[in-house]
């Protein structure tokens, strides 16, 4: 815990926070409760750190609700977690409109279940014309798959001579991701990964280059907004300098 870190709503905020949101299962039998009782306390929690980062005017809160890499969970728990955007749906979304957010997804469709497609796609059509907060959510979302791709389009481009090899860019990878449609917002200024553990895991490898990271001990489904006002006062607290030297 931050114990010692004091948010001041006066300081710069990160105008965009990525989540991972680590400790679910682990915080469930810990309790003597199956795993996906903790999926669905930390999607409980998700909420919470949306209205919260909602009124800090944070402007997007990227979270990694499953990766590429969760298909090799047992059947039943990915099973769970493909009826959680339901949940969604059904028990948060009309708090996330209430509170103004709009909901995006990154990732990539082709695996995800027809029913879990439709509820994802419900909540980002009613919302869409929100102004707030952006929640986007990482669902089947690997950046190794996503930089793969990035390259696959940037080729054609280049073979259907739309596109010059020593025009190629880092705005051009970056334009050919799925946080492309974040624009300006597209890096965040912050991660946050609760749990204790400490590792990207396949997440926003691209993106986070110059992101300041936050590994705290809290395991998601704890995570409230006073949590969250602990970790972005650490973050206001750092001195982001991008390579530079500090001439202060």
Not at 5 to 29: C, E, F, K, S, T
Not at 158 to 182: C, H, M, N
Not at 190 to 199: A, N, P, Q
Request: with cysteine.
């Amino acid at each position: 815990m931050l114990t010692d870190v004091n948010y001041n709503p006066n300081l710069p905020v990160p105008n965009h926070i990525a989540v991972i949101m680590d400790g679910n299962g682990r915080w469930a039998q810990e309790r003597g409760l199956k795993r996906t009782d903790g999926h669905l306390e930390g999607l409980k929690a998700l909420k919470r750190v949306v209205i919260a980062t909602h009124k800090m005017d944070v402007k997007v809160l990227t979270a990694y609700a499953f990766s590429t890499e969760n298909w090799k969970r047992p059947l039943s728990e990915v099973n769970y977690l493909m009826g959680l955007p339901k949940v969604l749906n059904d028990e948060i979304l009309p708090d996330l409109i209430e509170n103004n957010v709009q909901v995006r997804m990154s990732g990539n469709f082709d695996k995800v279940p027809l029913n879990t497609k439709k509820y994802i796609q419900n909540a980002i059509d009613r919302t869409k014309d929100n102004t707030g907060l952006i929640l986007n959510i990482a669902f089947n979302y690997g950046s190794r798959d996503e930089i793969t791709k990035a390259v696959q389009a940037i080729a054609t481009e280049v073979s259907k001579g739309d596109l010059k090899v020593k025009d190629i860019s880092e705005q051009t990878i970056s334009d050919e991701l799925y946080t492309a449609q974040l624009g300006e917002y597209a890096d965040p200024d912050l991660l946050i990964r609760s749990s204790g553990e400490v590792r990207l895991s396949n997440y926003l490898l691209w993106q986070l280059a110059y992101s300041e990271m936050l590994f705290t001990e809290t395991k998601w489904p704890d995570f409230d907004e006073k949590v969250l006002q602990e970790c972005v006062g650490e973050f206001q607290r750092r001195n982001r300098r991008f390579g530079a030297i500090d001439t202060k």
